[in-house]
């Protein structure tokens, strides 16, 4: 017999707390999600970069997570929510253009230092 369930999301800013047991032992793990590093949005749509590369998107209406690119990849230091899609710069100095549908469409080695400002006009 084992039982298992969880608490809270994990794509959440709270604390995720998940409980696992078996007849033999007993195990709680604390998941602790990825800090924010940075946020933008447009058009109902927000968009946070993490430290760890994660990028979520979320709807602004209803706050339903759209979907999760979660790549092992450099930090997010910056994230701007265009109309083709979500466009991300990190500390490795690459630019990301993921689709809103939350796939990578683009990427690009576009610096040798970390991206700090992404701006776009139109």
């Known amino acids: 017999f084992k039982q298992h369930f969880s608490v809270f999301s ?11 047991s078996t007849k033999q032992d ?5 998941y602790a999600p990825p800090s924010i590093w940075c946020m933008d ?3 109902g749509t927000v968009a946070v970069g993490c430290g760890n590369g994660q990028i979520e998107a979320w709807s602004i209406a209803n706050g339903s997570l759209k979907f999760c690119l979660c790549h092992e990849i450099s930090g997010v230091t910056v994230v701007r929510v265009h109309p083709v899609g979500i466009i991300s710069g990190h500390l490795d100095g690459y630019l990301h253009l993921i689709g809103h549908h939350g796939r990578m469409v683009h990427s690009v080695h576009a610096h040798s230092k970390p991206i700090s400002m992404l701006s776009y006009s139109g």
């Open 10 to 20: 994990q794509f959440t800013s709270d604390l995720a707390l998940a409980h696992c």
């Open 41 to 43: 949005s447009l058009n």
């Open 26 to 30: 007993e195990l709680w793990d604390i």
